[in-house]
């Protein structure tokens, strides 16, 4: 699962190169409702392509390159969360409006992530755009209303955090005994049974709770459950392909095709799928992924000696994952903070900046020792 900021910087990107010089960013609360809501719309070029061709994984604005925009993923996951994605002309500044609903309480929706650097970033990176931002939630009293970025920063920052917070903590006070019980279920619960999925982050994934191994017939066990709640469901083939990859640690052939076999689709579609999208992986990972932005920027400004120094200190080449299982090493194109390059991310953690002789520190800091040390 990704999580909103990630999504948002696509979406900004997409403004920009449609030559925006406005782009307000709302996230909306409404906890009455149950509703939380992200919506994007410029005063950019518009809609230079039908909306069904926008949402095919394939589709993009990247000059030169194949990677999709991500909507369809985005809109799979929204759906997965009870809501959708809704793409057309922004009444107010004429360009494109993209609108993102889900449900706030749905187990199944994106953490917010850090809304506030990704909008910091793009603001540096593009001086000319005016990145205008509202945020309003009435419950928390929040309501900032198409303000400049520095002025919104804070309001916006201590809703994200609010919003992730786990969700015991976040659970609204007016939850109904229904969506209660969808808090305490689905696969919250598979996690917790005897020899299930481990609950602490820094086990192994395929590790039982009482720190065996599990075998591949209990892992495909846990797989047929999360098939099961999804095959119903439209747009459900990468929410199950993401919690497989959690479940297994990657995703392995016998894994795609119990897939393609209990979502009822064919397994060329499947393997297309996990192909395309980065994040996917068919060789093992480690518990920590390393990768390393070899963008223009990034490159020109010392990408490449950053990643020859995590290879020696980690003892890998691109693509493998140390014997321990602790470190994957992988490459990216960009990752949208051109600003700040040389950049690197340690799993959802973004590191700028970065010298070769600071690999050591940034390694050591995902280390088994002092993952302990912070549990």
Known sequence: MHDLSLYLLELLENATRAGASTVRTTLNVER??????????????????????????????KSGKRTGLGLSLFKAEAEAAGGGLTIDTSASLGGVRVAVNMRLSSVDRPPTGNLVTTLQVMAVTNPQVDFRVSVQD?????????????????????????????????????????????????????????????????????????GEEASEEELLARLDEVIESYKDKKGGLIPVLQIAQGIFGYLPEVALKRVAKGLDKPYSEVAGVVGFYSFFSTVPRGRNVIRVCLGTACYVRGGMPVLDALKKELGIEVGETTEDR????????????CGLAPVITVNDE?????????????????????????A
């Not at 992200?38 to 394939?58: K, N, S, T, Y």
């Not at 919250?188 to 999925?197: F, V």
């Not at 470190?327 to 949208?336: H, K």
């Open 32 to 61: 009455c409702r149950d509703a939380l809501e992200l919506v994007v719309e410029d005063d950019g070029r518009g809609l230079a392509a039908p909306v069904e061709q926008i949402l095919d994984p394939f589709y993009t604005t």
């Open 138 to 210: 009435r419950e928390a009293q929040v309501d900032v209303r198409d303000a400049p970025f520095a002025e919104a920063a804070a309001s916006l920052g201590e809703l994200a955090l609010r919003l992730d917070q786990p969700p015991e903590d976040r659970a609204p006070s007016f939850t109904t005994e229904a969506t209660q019980d969808l808090l305490e279920t689905t696969d919250a619960d598979m996690k917790r049974k005897e020899c299930g999925m481990a609950n602490d982050p820094n086990d192994r994934p395929g590790a039982c709770c009482c």
């Open 326 to 337: 602790e470190f994957s090493l992988e490459v990216a194109r960009c990752f949208g903070a």
């Open 350 to 374: 973004v590191h700028h900046r970065v010298k070769p002789k600071k690999v050591r520190d940034i390694v050591e800091q995902y280390a088994p020792a002092a993952a302990e040390r912070s």
